[in-house]
C-alpha cells in the first residue's frame, strides 16, 4: 500500500470515527483517547527527563507534581480545561483563518502555544510532554464538523486526562 493511500485510510478513518461524530459518540471516544494520551504522554515525559537529566539538567517534576496533587483539585478538573481549551479555541480560530484546513497543522501549532506556555509557567522543560495532550484536544476543536461538539468533547478529555494523572499520582504515589 502506498504512503499517499495509507495517508487518504487514516484521514478517512478520523473523518468517520471523531469529526464527524456527535455528542455521544465523540464524548465516548475521549475514554479511550484520554487512556492512550495519559500513556504517550507518560513515555514522552519519561524519554525528556531522561534526555535532560543526561544533560545535567536537574528537574523538579516530583515537586510540581506532590504541590498539584496535594492542593484542590477542582482548578486541573474543572477550571482548567474550560479555560485553556478556551484559549485554545480561540488559537485555532486564528491560525485557521491564515492557515486554512489541514487537520493537523493547526493543531500542532496551537499544541506549541500551549506547551510553551506550561513549561514556561512551571519553569521545567519536562512538562513539554503536555503536548501530546493540548494536539489532540485542538485536533477535536479544529477538526469536528460540529464546533460546539469538538470543543466541549475537547474539554472532556482534557479533564479525563487530568483525572487519569491526578489518580495515578495519588495511587502510586509521585513520580
Same mark, same amino acid.
Given at each position: /500500500? %502506498? @504512503? ?7 484521514? +478517512? ?7 464527524? +461524530? ?10 479511550? @483517547?484520554?487512556?492512550?494520551? &495519559? ?6 515525559? %519519561? ?9 545535567? #539538567?536537574?528537574? $523538579? ?8 496533587? +496535594?492542593?484542590?483539585? +477542582? ?26 484546513? %489541514? ?14 506556555? $506550561?513549561?514556561?509557567?512551571? /519553569? ?6 503536555? &503536548?501530546?495532550?493540548? !494536539? ?5 476543536? $479544529? ?7 469538538? &470543543?466541549?468533547?475537547?474539554? #472532556?478529555? $482534557? !479533564? @479525563?486526562?487530568? #483525572?487519569?494523572?491526578? /489518580?495515578?499520582?495519588?495511587? #502510586?504515589?509521585?513520580?
Amino acid at each position: /500500500m %502506498s @504512503l499517499a493511500r495509507t495517508r487518504d485510510s487514516f484521514e +478517512a478513518f478520523l473523518e468517520r470515527t471523531l469529526w464527524g +461524530a456527535g455528542w455521544v459518540r465523540l464524548s465516548l471516544a475521549c475514554i479511550p @483517547l484520554a487512556l492512550a494520551t &495519559f500513556l504517550v504522554e507518560d513515555v514522552v515525559e %519519561s524519554a525528556l527527563d531522561a534526555v535532560f537529566s543526561s544533560l545535567g #539538567f536537574p528537574g $523538579h517534576m516530583d515537586e510540581i507534581k506532590v504541590r498539584q496533587s +496535594a492542593s484542590s483539585w +477542582a482548578g486541573p478538573l474543572l477550571v482548567a480545561p474550560v479555560l485553556e481549551n478556551l484559549l485554545c479555541l480561540f488559537w485555532v480560530r486564528v491560525f485557521a483563518h491564515k492557515l486554512g484546513r %489541514s487537520w493537523w497543522l493547526v493543531p500542532c501549532i496551537v499544541a506549541l502555544i500551549a506547551t510553551a506556555f $506550561h513549561v514556561a509557567l512551571y /519553569m521545567e522543560p519536562r512538562y513539554a510532554s503536555v &503536548f501530546v495532550d493540548f !494536539f489532540l484536544m485542538c485536533c477535536l476543536i $479544529h477538526n469536528a464538523k460540529n464546533r460546539a461538539v469538538g &470543543f466541549w468533547a475537547s474539554v #472532556f478529555l $482534557h !479533564f @479525563l486526562v487530568n #483525572f487519569i494523572v491526578l /489518580m495515578q499520582w495519588r495511587i #502510586f504515589g509521585i513520580g
